[in-house]
């Protein structure tokens, strides 16, 4: 049975993209089958081909399966809002059955599916739900992307209670480090050791043009079980 594993971040902006990045190359390093899966993603750009998102372009690119754009990411969307605020404009309905299907496809194609949120765990999708009502759906075990910065102990642990309270397993996390001034990272980070459950899968430095390095040494995937 292929394993399904979902992305999350503490806020937006915090690396989720750089983290299923540094998984998926860990997942290629260690001969893992991994497909990358942006279901649902803002702030694209209009093209001959339709519309392209950025992060969802540096997933297709990290995954270990050959994927089209379109198995990647369903639900492109043009304005840089909340996605239930961008389909209301669009005219569009983000459909849970759309996701699945996708999901169910990238299954038969890898070993591994990593599939990356939006924004973060409530992140909106229509006026009266949320993406993470379809994690629960799935039944999806969890990965939550740490952005270090100030504030981001009571996110993470505030975003790890609504994971449990959700009924689901937070099975490891990933520590980003967004911003390099950050005062007292040591002891943040074993802030997180101590009041995150799961387990620590790594720590990612903070560098230039970080999207586009080989990231795969920042990971360890045995969490994951895989």
Request: hydrophobic share 40%; proline share 4%.
């Amino acid at each position: 049975m292929t394993n399904a594993f979902f992305l999350t971040g503490t806020d937006t902006e915090v690396g989720k993209t750089v983290a299923s990045r540094a998984i998926l190359h860990a997942a290629g390093s260690a001969n893992i089958k991994m497909a990358g899966y942006k279901p649902v993603a803002s702030d694209s750009t209009p093209t001959d081909e339709g519309m392209r998102n950025s992060d969802a372009l540096y997933i297709q690119d990290a995954s270990v399966v050959e994927l089209n754009y379109q198995e990647v990411n369903p639900y492109a969307f043009e304005a840089a809002i909340s996605p239930h605020l961008a389909a209301e404009q669009e005219g569009r309905v983000i459909d849970f059955d759309v996701l699945s299907a996708g999901l169910e496809h990238l299954k038969s194609k890898s070993e591994a599916v990593l599939i990356e949120g939006a924004g973060g765990w409530r992140v909106p999708i229509s006026h009266t739900d949320f993406l993470s009502s379809w994690v629960k759906r799935e039944k999806l075990p969890v990965i939550l992307v740490v952005g270090i910065k100030l504030g981001c102990l009571s996110h993470a642990m505030l975003t790890a209670e609504a994971i449990k309270n959700d009924g689901l397993e937070l099975v490891g996390w990933v520590a980003n480090r967004i911003n390099p001034g950050t005062e007292n990272y040591a002891d943040i980070i074993k802030m997180l050791e101590h009041n995150l459950p799961g387990k620590k899968m790594g720590e990612i430095p903070y560098m230039p043009a970080i999207k586009k390095r080989d990231l795969s040494k920042y990971i360890d995937l045995s969490a994951l079980g895989l």
